[in-house]
Nanobody, 127 residues
Framework: QVQLVESGGGLVQAGGSLRLSCAAS????????MGWFRQAPGKEREFVAAIIWNAGITYYADSVKGRFTISRDNAKNTVYLQTNSLKPEDTALYYCARRSGPSYSSVVRTPGNYDSWGQGTQVTVSS
């Protein structure tokens, strides 16, 4: 089965940036979508961004729109999340996930619609 490994998290000051990576291994894929979710202590898992793998169409949560950018490298089977202008509210464990089926706006925003998950990478933003 597909394995997802996140990296790139860390501790930064407000206004800083991080680039998160999610590398897929075990099987290659060319359909479906890749998404980023985050979960802070005491809060529900929250949709952050998603990308339709083949088409490159992207979706963002309102809270990160204009600050975060999701992208992918087909050759490396890797998806990235460039996080800029980070705020303390962005502090969370960030997960990447893969959806294998048809994907569109409403589908990619729901965690239950993904079939593979990484273990997460921590992003901590100090004020």
């Amino acid at each position: 089965q597909v394995q997802l490994v996140e990296s790139g998290g860390g501790l930064v000051q407000a206004g800083g940036s991080l680039r998160l990576s999610c590398a897929a291994s075990g099987r290659t894929f060319s359909t479906g979508a890749m998404g980023w979710f985050r979960q802070a202590p005491g809060k529900e898992r929250e949709f952050v961004a998603a990308i339709i793998w083949n088409a490159g169409i992207t979706y963002y949560a309102d809270s990160v729109k204009g600050r975060f950018t999701i992208s992918r490298d087909n050759a490396k089977n890797t998806v990235y999340l460039q996080t800029n202008s980070l705020k303390p509210e962005d502090t969370a464990l960030y997960y990447c996930a893969r959806r294998s089926g048809p994907s569109y706006s409403s589908v990619v925003r729901t965690p239950g619609n993904y079939d593979s998950w990484g273990q997460g990478t921590q992003v901590t933003v100090s004020s």
